[in-house]
């Protein structure tokens, strides 16, 4: 079964450091989804692009946060710098380019900032 | 966005079936109805999609009211390995982004 793969599975880090985490979508998707799940926010969205460029990135904290598609087939996901509030499970997840494509998600990326 | 409704927490015994209720009174008619569950720290996985027929596959099924404005998951005959979090997802149209915004979902227990 083709997936979306996420590294690194757990980071922990101390506050302040840089933090990125990196997506393989499936290969031939071209829509890629950046999530993040917190026990007290759930699933929240925090941006997503088409064709390696960015829909819409209105859920994601500017300041520290950002998103990137270096070529089809990485995506990244930057925190500098990172804060204890930033942990949490990050998700990627993507979907093919025929009209409602269901999402597939990655197991996602255990961030701990201390 | 649509909103979704669904119940905190249902149980289900193993081998019965699961019925798993979701209201959306304001969707649109081009909005599609899709349902993920989350078993403990994986990713959401997909299960089933409709638009107002109802569907079946190899996981489940979805019964949507002919008003579009509830639907129900049904897995057939749960075992526990089927216990997980439930989400039911009203999707923006494809042309508009298509994205997936996550509600608090049902906790389904299947008991032995």
């Known amino acids: 079964d083709a997936r979306v793969t996420q590294t690194p599975r757990h980071k922990v880090t101390e506050m302040g450091q840089e933090v990125t985490m990196r997506c393989q979508p499936i290969l031939g998707h071209n829509t890629v989804f950046w999530y993040r799940q917190t026990m007290m926010q759930g699933l929240e969205l925090l941006a997503y692009?088409?064709?390696?460029?960015?829909?819409?990135d209105s859920g994601m904290p500017k300041d520290r946060f950002s998103a990137e598609m270096p070529d089809a087939t990485l995506a990244t996901l930057k925190i500098q710098p990172s804060e204890p509030r930033d942990s949490a499970v990050y998700f990627c997840?993507?979907?093919?380019?025929?009209?409602?494509?269901?999402?597939?998600f990655g197991n996602g990326t255990r961030l701990t900032v201390t | 966005d649509a909103k979704t409704t669904q119940p905190p927490s249902m149980d289900c015994a193993e081998g019965r079936a699961a019925n798993l209720p979701c209201n959306h009174s304001?969707?649109?008619?081009?909005?599609?109805v899709y349902w993920y569950r989350q078993i403990h720290s994986q990713g959401p996985q997909y299960i089933i999609h409709g638009l107002k027929n109802n569907e079946t596959n190899e996981m489940a099924s979805l019964i949507i009211t002919e008003d579009r404005k509830s639907s129900t998951l049904i897995l057939p005959h749960a075992t526990l390995r089927d216990t997980a979090v439930y989400y039911c997802?009203?999707?923006?149209?494809?042309?508009?982004?298509?994205?997936?915004?996550f509600g608090q979902g049902t906790e389904l227990s299947v008991k032995p």
């Open positions: 997840a993507s979907s093919g380019p025929i009209a409602n494509s269901p999402l597939h």
């Open positions: 304001t969707i649109s008619g081009n909005e599609y």
């Open positions: 692009f088409r064709n390696r460029a960015p829909l819409d």
């Open positions: 997802i009203v999707r923006v149209e494809h042309n508009q982004g298509g994205k997936l915004i």
